[in-house]
């Protein structure tokens, strides 16, 4: 038996050490993807800012005739070429706010459902994807289910609000017609419910097992060990999402056009028909003559593309403020 000490070691010669170095077919289709990656990205960056160029160069008449008194003036009187987006913004922000409001207590539930061993497999399944087919429904046809058949539903339940609390309550304050604020902001929340109910449910499912057996097995119940563990766990894959689901809520056109009323107007009541940016640009900018008018128009598009980024890129940051909390707790 040979000792160790006889073991034979080749001698490194350039051969050998070329044939080391020399990159393998795995290292170079790594390197490949890794440039086809850094290309999209930069193509992606150069459109992003291609179109803010291009905007921002048909709204600059609208920009330099109301600068930044835009953002706060009330008027839009297109005879008078006077334009303002403040009730524009209002109805914007405000049924997005309604439809999230709407929107992440049944998404996060469903997801819980369809996520967690609370319902028979085959259930669980139906559930999700009757969930997501509602992402295959175009936006039209919301719209008209919403006119038809949403706008009723709710309309005895507005004036049965306006009647008890519209005098204490200055968000029933206004006679309800069907037609406004309230009704737009839930029709968006079922629209963005399958965004919102699939990224939560699959940062769900990617958050360890062992997290649940081990909370069970210290004696919390299913519920608590959903509540205090996995729920906190999964709430940046959570946030994320649901910032996903309200920038889809800012840039919907034609399911708001047909039930938030059109009306230019800003009232603390839920109740009164809006106005938002989408359906304006809809409704109006094919009739769009003057050159300040088309330049409002872009101004408000221009409006909208920075909400939008706003939105993600704060989404981007909470997610990963709620991460670096989570390292560092």
Known sequence: MSSPHNLSVPTPTEENLARRTRPTKTDLADRLFRYLMYAASGISVAILLLMGWIITGQALPAIKQFGLGFLVSREWNVPDLQFGALPLIYGTLGSGLISLIFAIPIGVAVAIVTSEDLLPHWLRSSIAFTIELLAAIPSVVFGLW?????????????QFLYTKFGTTIPLFSTEPSGSGLLTAGMLLGIMILPTLAAVSREVLLVVPGYLRTGSMALGATRWETIFRVVLPKAFSGIIGGVMLALGRA?????????????????????????????????NTFAEAQEDIHVGALTYLVLILFLLTLTVNIGAIGLVRLVERGEKSS
């Open 146 to 158: 919403g006119f038809y058949t949403l706008i009723p539903i709710l309309l005895p339940l507005q």
């Open 250 to 282: 800012l840039g919907e056109t034609m399911a708001v056009t047909m039930v938030i009323g059109n009306a230019e107007n800003i009232s603390p009541s839920v109740f009164s028909p809006a106005y938002s940016i989408p359906a304006i640009l809809a």
